[in-house]
């Protein structure tokens, strides 16, 4: 088994993410799919740091997370928001920007 | 050196090439983590796909330490499984975990396409991957590589010697994370606010309500503050709107009235020519206890206790 496998699951994740962001209606579901997206490419950025025998790809991942953790946070409150506001969560509903 | 050579006989994660041990848990948990993607998006219930994207997680995360990247391991577990997704599902339940989706296609066939769209960027990135990395040999990252100190140590050097302003920006935008999500999930907006104590006053007298003023309270002007007695009018009547509804509606006995002169009205104890009329109010009984030689208002006064 070479470190490829790795490089292709973390290949058929994203494309399993990707598919969910634009398949499903649910607002929270989509995100969850977006984080699905960045652990797929996390996955791969520890693959490449092993290939190079560097740490810079698994610093890369470390700071991917940071972000990710502070994008949840403030995504899910938008969410909270529109849905206090609008009662629903469907991103179908969300279209208009004010009111 | 002698520890070098243990760590190498040992198998740390991460080396150059793969082991069986690691063969065996990534095509175990390989499988696991794409189920579990398919079983996110796929499912219809929100709180399902959340598990599927908790086992999905977990299951990189013990990828990630097969890999030798240990740090990023146990913080994909925290951070992901722990904190992320407990968060999602707090936001479900507030949202309403029966929010599902709805079924109608807003654009015609979209969901095919994006199912297309999917299938295709899968085959490209796995054609492209297989045939960019066919002769690759990884340097890895075990005894004598960039692990050679440990995980933890080789990070935390990277990050507080060559990432440092990244890594100090990482904390302004947590910062900002966090205050953008009380701001923004703060409930008490000019939409939803509380109203004050003068505009409930205002909003009382404007005839909002039914009526101006609180309902009485049981037993305000009554004898007693028991819940049971209702609330006397100031002209003595029974005020209708102080009766609980739970408790049964009582007659309201009328206090005795002693006379100033009868010292035995405080003791509760009858008075001997007043016997007869106060034997028939349960006053007489509560401290009675009368002297021997008048049998005859005792007898009334059990009497009345029994009544």
Redesign the interface.
Known sequence: ?????????S??????????V?????A??V???V??ML?AV??SL??F????????G??M???V??????????G??????I???RR???I?DANLLKY | MSLLLLAQDAGLPGGADTGLGEGIAFWILGPVALAGALGMVFARNAVHSALCLAGTMLSLGLLYMAQGALFLGFVQIIVYTGAVMMLFLFVLMLVGRDSSDSVVEVLRGQRAAALLFGVGLAVLLVAAVGRAFTDVTPVGLDAGGANWNGNVPGIGRLIFTKYLFAFELTSALLITAALGAMVLAYAQTRAHAKRSQRETVEARLRGEHARISPLPGPGVFATANSVAVPALLPDGSIAPESLSEVIDRTDVQPAPVPSPDDAHALTGRPHSDRSGHDASTPHSVRGGRPAPDQNGSRADAVEGADR
């Open positions: 088994m070479s470190t490829t496998y790795y490089l292709l699951l290949a058929l994740l994203f494309s399993i993410g990707a598919v969910g634009l398949v499903r209606r649910n929270i579901v995100f969850m799919c984080e699905l652990n996390n996955l520890v693959t740091a092993r290939i190079n025998g560097a740490l810079d698994q610093v991942a470390f700071f997370m940071v972000v990710a953790a502070a994008e949840v946070v403030v899910l409150a938008i969410i909270m928001s849905f206090r506001t629903t969560a469907s179908d």
